[in-house]
């Protein structure tokens, strides 16, 4: 969901321009609302075939190629069916302009074809001026990036396109986007991308704390341990709202008789955000934006390498926590909620760090895109 809240207000504007605009969505089934409300015309889209599990990938990627070869690519006949969908919708719907997000199977199929202007966050769009791609965990990565290129220009011969010299050439767009804040940056000190922020829903002015602390838990059923960190809310003194996408009946009935608001539907961030002192979530990089330029503490609960790496940043400013599932198991979740309330330090730099992003002034996120789009369109 994510990927298409950077997209679709770009998306928006174009199409209200007159352009014809075409969303091609990896998982439009959760996206439904959004969909049923914008009505743009949708096309679903292969995830790029899934985890390759011949691959005995380790849980996390050292870099941002590892992503793209686990994904299908470390095989040329699968990145041969990756990129053969996208030349095929190519060659129904010859698109002047390509505006994508965490789509390396897209990029690799237009690359030489049809400009692409590339969106993302820290994780999604790495730094793609150098030979490869940085490493994220201090070693090399998994699959050897001279064997990724080679299968690269395996399948790009196949079709007859242009061969790129290195593994990040076709990530070299014609524009690129980095769309989140600079503090949430997994690659601060590499990054030469336009930085137009997060979304402008994601930006949230920073207002005080409530005068008696209140939390707030955005979380997800299926990431391990959620039950029981529900469970644990439910002893949690200090009152507090949910939202829990997927959550059981038996589940809701419980936090309802322990006074927990429960929301069926994602509370708007510039509402419940003011409301709060702290918030429990998965590790979005938009929850994640939307809480830092609040001025509010963040617990995160993460499942993967990037939402990981955003606890880590968060972390390092000291304005937030990732339960880990020790905390989790021991029942800790209540006491770090606790904690983070009443510790008058952490409360006061997380709002120092939220008027230092305000004070930089607007992003002027939809501007720029649109601007950059429309000239790249005039040719």
Known sequence: MGHLARILPVALALSDLSHQVVLFLCNPGECVKTIVTEKLPII?????????????????FHSYSDFIASSGA?????????????????????????????SPGCCLAAF??????????????PPAHESIFPVTRGAAPVLDPARLLENMHIVQKMHGHKVPQTITEPFRTA?????????LDHYPLMRRDTVIGPPPNDLINPTNPPMKPRWFAYLKMGFPGTDMILENLCDVKVPGEVYIKGLPSELEARLMQKNIVVHHEPPPMNQILPRVSVILHNGGNGVA???????????????????????????RMGVGHILSREDIQSGNTGNFLSEIMENAETMERVQ????NIHARGPYHYLETCIETCEKILAG
Not at 74 to 93: A, G
Not at 175 to 182: K, M, Y
Not at 297 to 312: A, D, F, N, R
């Open 175 to 183: 524009a690129r986007f980095f769309c989140t804040l600079p503090e």
């Open 44 to 60: 679903p889209v292969m995830g790029i075939i899934g985890r390759i599990h011949e691959m005995g990938i380790p849980s996390r």
């Open 112 to 125: 030489g074809k049809v400009p692409v202007v590339l969106m993302g966050d820290g994780f999604t769009l």
């Open 352 to 355: 120092t760090v939220a008027q």
């Open 74 to 102: 470390y095989n040329p006949e699968y990145l041969f069916m990756v990129t053969l969908s996208w030349k095929t919708i190519f060659d129904i719907y010859k698109p002047d302009l390509i505006i994508c997000d965490h």
């Open 289 to 315: 934006c939307a809480a830092l330029s609040a001025g509010r503490p963040q617990i995160l609960v993460t499942m993967y390498q990037e939402t990981e790496m955003t606890g880590e940043r968060l972390r």
